[in-house]
């Protein structure tokens, strides 16, 4: 079958880091999406990775490793606005339509 | 630039009632898509489409028609609408349908029935 499968719930200080976490188990791999929600609203795109390593974009990051089906969203310098739900997506075949979505990690940031 | 522009907001409906929602994208995308999310249950796919004149289901199409007349457009209607049907539907939209590009979401409708 196909399963992606995230942390329910995290909770970090602002000012630190956190690491959520995303592994996945797919009949094909064209590409991992993560994207931000915000309480009430809708999904925002973050982060794209197809190729194993670390895609830096201000003070978030992700990471891919594809041997080990694994990816991470790292923030950095949490700010209380970071407080959303983050959602991983799997593209399991080269078209947008196939995407298999993870359940999402809600994040909390305390002062 | 609106981008994806859902209405409306809200709706309550009563079992056996029908309605469109309504969807349009001024980015002259040509993939666009219809999800619903329930708690604990993830974003699932209703319909899609890959350009005006071609639609297909997604992973949970019973309950729910599409049509795409313009490249803009794409309404979803519900026909007779059940407790089931009780969920937040977002609309999206994609430049194209490959690997790297990421949909760009509406801000949703919540839909009650009761």
């Known amino acids: 079958g196909q399963n992606i499968d995230q942390p329910t719930e995290m909770t970090a200080t602002e000012g630190a880091i956190v690491q959520i976490n995303c592994t996945y188990q797919?009949?094909?791999?064209?590409?991992l999406f993560w994207y931000q929600q915000h309480a009430g609203e809708a999904p925002t795109f973050l982060s794209y990775?197809?190729l194993d390593g670390l895609e830096e974009k201000g003070r978030f990051s992700s990471f891919l490793s594809r041997s080990k089906g694994y990816s991470y969203l790292l923030l950095k310098e949490l700010q209380m606005k970071d407080s959303a739900s983050y959602l991983c997506?799997?593209?399991?075949?080269?078209?947008?339509?196939?995407?298999?979505w993870g359940l999402g990690t809600s994040l909390a940031v305390n002062p | 630039n609106a981008g994806v522009t859902q209405t409306p907001k809200f709706r309550i409906l009563k079992i056996g009632q029908s309605m469109t929602l309504q969807c349009t994208q001024d980015?002259?995308?040509?993939?666009m898509y219809w999800y619903r999310q329930d708690p604990g249950m993830g974003l699932k796919l209703i319909y899609y489409?890959?350009?005006?004149?071609?639609?297909d289901k997604g992973e949970v199409p019973n309950g729910y028609n599409v049509s795409r007349s313009t490249t803009e457009d794409f309404p979803l209607r519900l026909e007779l609408a059940a407790p089931s049907q009780t969920s937040v539907y977002f609309c999206?939209?994609?430049?194209?349908?490959?690997?790297?590009?990421?949909?760009?979401f509406g801000n949703g409708t919540r839909l009650t029935v009761t």
């Open positions: 999206a939209s994609s430049l194209t349908g490959g690997e790297n590009s990421p949909l760009h």
């Open positions: 980015m002259n995308h040509n993939y």
């Open positions: 489409s890959v350009g005006a004149g071609i639609t």
């Open positions: 797919t009949s094909g791999f064209n590409g």
């Open positions: 990775n197809v």
């Open positions: 997506a799997v593209n399991g075949a080269g078209n947008n339509r196939k995407l298999i």
